[in-house]
Nanobody, 124 residues
């Protein structure tokens, strides 16, 4: 089973940037898509961004559109989330996930089939 490990979280001031990484233990090209999610204490999980494995097409939640960029490096089996112009409301635990093809259309609402353990992002 593919394992996902996030890194890159930390504390940053409002307006700053962070880049999250999600390293997969093996090739994830068999999954139709991958995405980033976040969950703040006391709040529901929110799907932030997703990317289709084959086409590279992306989709963003309105809350991050224009500030966050999702990308992947297939050679490194790594997914990224570049976060710019961070706001205090971006504070959350961030998770990456991979979804099978039939889940991709609704990935950000249904979640993925496999998940990482999360990395904390704190914006003050």
């Amino acid at each position: 089973l593919v394992q996902l490990v996030e890194s890159g979280g930390g504390s940053v001031q409002a307006g700053g940037s962070l880049r999250l990484s999600c390293a997969a233990s093996e090739d994830t090209s068999t999954y139709g898509c991958m995405g980033w999610f976040r969950q703040a204490p006391g709040k529901e999980r929110e799907g932030v961004a997703k990317i289709w494995t084959n086409s590279g097409n992306t989709y963003y939640a309105d809350s991050v559109k224009g500030r966050f960029t999702i990308s992947r490096d297939n050679a490194k089996n790594t997914l990224y989330l570049q976060m710019n112009s961070l706001k205090p409301e971006d504070t959350a635990m961030y998770y990456c996930a991979a979804g099978i093809a039939t889940r991709c259309r609704s990935l950000l609402t249904l979640g993925g089939n496999i998940w990482g353990q999360g990395t904390q992002v704190t914006v003050s």
